[in-house]
């Protein structure tokens, strides 16, 4: 299995422009998870996905930010406009719960590293 | 409402010897899996190990073990045997599986260093 995958690795664009992330998740997860990394806050969760239903967006900062998930392999998170304050690293994530065993599998992409200049 | 707390943000050990980074949470479900990542300095974050609140025994993951203490909500990373390798930032998350919609929240974190 590829993992989960994010592109692009690292994004460098200027204040006020629109910026998208991108995340397919494992196949066969039905959970999809985006994360905010900063030194000052932490991992901050964004926004979380079941069945590529929305299921909490409280961690969403602000309308400038938003996410979708038009099918289970693939998810969006967009900025616009964005500022320099979203520099971070943005972390997509998946993940599977067997029921049977009450054993979870959870796994990260490798991150897209935004600077906004 | 979910919390989970780590009060260590820095550990050394040395190497080969065995480290215990500390864990607290609080939770108003009843059913809730706890994790633990490893993050190094190349940014990645590395799962590695879970435990469910109704399992009774703690989690093993090779030189990985979770040592549940579901009276006093704790959910500590014992590494073994530590290498130099293991330097790198910790974390503890915690899902609800009940009322907190499964939300997944982690810890600030802790570093590890460990030395020759």
């Known amino acids: 299995d590829a993992g989960v995958i994010q592109s692009p690795r690292h994004e460098v664009t200027e204040m006020g422009q629109e910026v998208t992330l991108r995340c397919k998740p494992i196949?066969?997860?039905?959970?999809l998870f985006w994360y905010r990394q900063t030194m000052m806050r932490g991992l901050e969760l964004l926004i979380y996905?079941?069945?590529?239903?929305?299921?909490?967006d409280s961690g969403m900062p602000e309308d400038r930010f938003s996410a979708k998930m038009p099918n289970a392999s693939f998810s969006t998170l967009k900025i616009q406009p964005s500022e320099p304050r979203d520099s971070a690293v943005y972390f997509c994530?998946?993940?599977?719960?067997?029921?049977?065993?009450?054993?979870?599998?959870?796994?990260f992409g490798s991150g897209t590293q935004l600077s906004v200049l | 409402a979910q919390k989970i707390t780590q009060t260590q943000p820095g550990m050394f050990v040395q190497e080969k010897e065995a480290v215990t980074l500390d864990c607290t949470y609080d939770t108003s479900d009843q059913s809730y899996g706890l994790f633990w990542y490893k993050q190094p300095s190349s940014g990645e974050m590395i799962f590695l190990i879970y435990?469910?609140?109704?399992?009774?025994q703690n989690a093993t993951e090779g030189r990985y073990s979770l040592n549940f203490q579901k009276a006093r909500k704790s959910a500590n990373l014992v590494i073994s045997a530590s290498q130099l390798g293991d330097s790198a930032m910790y974390f503890c998350?915690?899902?609800?599986?009940?009322?907190?919609?499964?939300?997944?929240?982690f810890g600030t974190g802790t570093r590890l260093q460990v030395f020759p």
């Open positions: 435990q469910g609140s109704y399992d009774e």
């Open positions: 994530a998946s993940s599977s719960r067997d029921s049977s065993s009450d054993n979870e599998k959870l796994f």
């Open positions: 196949s066969g997860h039905d959970y």
């Open positions: 996905f079941n069945n590529n239903v929305p299921i909490d």
């Open positions: 998350a915690m899902r609800g599986y009940l009322y907190n919609t499964d939300k997944l929240i």
